[in-house]
């Protein structure tokens, strides 16, 4: 597992799902233009967006974004230490730099002291086209240079105490990107990012991104992606979504319906549900699912009749259902693992259909 | 290293490169349509393509197919021996069939002598959705199950003495197709057929088989591929080159030139040429390279001006140009692989531009 880290209320790493980036095409200027976009991506499914704030200049719709942005806004900053601090200043919940060309330690340093103040988290990176001349050796994997680039920079950071970082390795060779992420899996526990540098047009970024960041993904590797495309990012989303859909962490396979707790209830029902829905997004199922989680005997199977399976709790007991009908009595503390079990059951069920 | 089969003149496994498969959609009596498809899936880049005989009367429309097809031919058979019986007889170069549906064991006998008979390759295969009840039990995870089915069918054919067999596990669930593939990638050295099934819509369809055939590839695993989409199937040819340019497997990425020998040729240029292709098949190179293999040093670089890099070799040396320069004199043995080793080192300065 990976540490967690927060952008805006989008949990990263941990046990949070696997989160959806894009990044706006509008104008750095276009506040109206911006928050649309936004709107547009949100509509779609995106989690977080990142605006480029090229200039000072960008700092101050920057703000105005920030403050009426539908979902937490990470600032991309580029060769100007400044421009990562005003960002932090005007509200950015998190901020993505490259430590390489923000103007030097001494830069840096303030940088990663107002996110820490601010409660920002950093995501830092290492792409192939970029790689610092020291870590191209002979006899050394570009990949293994890239994860060795991305370690030192991370260490400058866990230096100052800083350890909300989110990392990236992107390449546009797809076999590298995958070998970098499998490589920085094993060697750290930070979030990672996943995209493919330079995906290209829509159709070969699409393919190109579903197997870069699908493989992975397969693999369990992965806490935020993001699918570049030279098109709308509206775009980037839907394909973004699917890629997920393919690994089985589609959104909205399972719907859980739980009931609102009474004086009936006989156990700590909200806990549950959260464990559930946590333990839940891991699942695969084709089609929709819908799951309830009743706080007691009375209501139980009768009242989520709609659901396809359910548990409902009674004291130290617990009935699942099915379609209405219980088909097992078990011990509270082992129905939502005996509930996960029954939904696998069901799901190799709809396969075979 | 897999067993080598040929379907026609297309060789699966050995050294041979990731072939692309595809199906007609028309209508099994209509000979010149499925012509017209064939040539078009053809010129798209398909290699082999699977036409179904489901009756009797399909027979003889299957033979003109088959006898002017512009690639080779597939039978896909089911629930009738006597159609693959029938199939083979018209000469298809290779027939999919389901053991488990033929009509029992001796007819699938028949089946194997009439295919080791006509030296086709038969391919066999093991859907999740049709797995036999036999192989479903509780603690045996679905992609196991789908092997060890797949394990039984292959020793009945080798029982029979029969090898060229070419083997596909499928699964609408992608995560589980690739499982099944890896675990048959070790169990067994004979050539895997990918495909994802009921890949669903051309966007769906296209996104699950990246992810699902893309992870396989990145592993080294796969022989051939067919991307399976509710559209034409014209455009599963474009995804599935798609998705084995992202693997770094696309065709064309390097245009070899080479002399047409002569009487200073001091080498056997023809099986060095051969040597070439067959490794630069495995290499990757984004964009185009030329590639110049040259049988004397008299018109090596200066012809080869063109040509991003070469070899002209010179009795038992040889020298390795690059933009119409020798870059080094190297023992003509060594020439193919220091060669090989230059494409990497511009497939590196490439990505990095």
Request: aromatic share 4%; net charge positive.
């Amino acid at each position: 597992m990976k540490r967690e880290i927060f952008v805006g209320k989008v949990g990263i790493g941990g046990d949070h799902p696997v989160s959806i980036q894009s990044m706006t095409n509008t104008d750095a200027g276009d506040v109206e233009g911006t928050l649309r976009q936004i709107r547009r991506l949100k509509a779609a499914g995106c989690d977080i967006v990142r605006v480029a704030v090229p200039r000072k200049a960008a700092l101050a719709p920057f703000q105005r974004i920030v403050a009426r942005s539908a979902l937490p806004v990470i600032a991309d900053i580029h060769f100007d230490a400044a421009l990562a601090l005003g960002a932090l200043e005007k509200g950015a919940h998190g901020v993505r730099i490259n430590p390489g060309n923000i103007g030097g330690s001494e830069k840096l340093k303030a940088v990663i002291r107002l996110a820490a103040q601010k409660k920002a988290p950093i995501r830092i990176g290492v792409n192939a086209g970029s790689l610092e001349k020291k870590y191209r050796r002979p006899g050394l994997e570009r990949a293994e240079a890239m994860v060795a680039s991305l370690l030192d920079r991370v260490k400058f950071f866990e230096d100052q105490g800083f350890f909300d970082l989110k990392l990236s390795l992107k390449s546009h060779d797809v076999a590298e990107t995958v070998a970098a992420n499998r490589l920085a899996d094993r060697s750290c526990a930070y979030p990672l990012h996943l995209g493919v540098t330079e995906a290209g047009s829509y159709f070969a970024g699409a393919i190109r991104s579903a197997v870069g960041i699908g493989s992975l993904l397969l693999a369990g590797i992965g806490n935020t992606i993001r699918v570049s495309l030279t098109a709308d990012p509206v775009r980037e989303i839907r394909v973004a979504r699917q890629i997920l859909a393919s690994v089985g962490l589609g959104r909205g396979g399972i719907d859980v319906v739980s009931c609102p707790t009474c004086a009936r209830t006989s156990v700590d029902l909200i806990p549950l549900v959260e464990e559930f829905e946590r333990k839940a997004r891991r699942l695969r199922f084709p089609g929709r699912l819908r799951v309830a989680l009743m706080g007691c005997e009375v209501n139980g199977p009768g009242e989520a009749r709609d659901a396809d399976v359910g548990v409902a709790f009674s004291r130290q007991r617990a009935f699942l259902f099915r379609k209405g009908k219980i088909v097992a009595r078990v011990g509270a503390k082992e129905a939502i693992p005996r509930l996960l079990d029954l939904i696998r059951e069901l799901a190799t069920e709809a396969d075979r259909a």
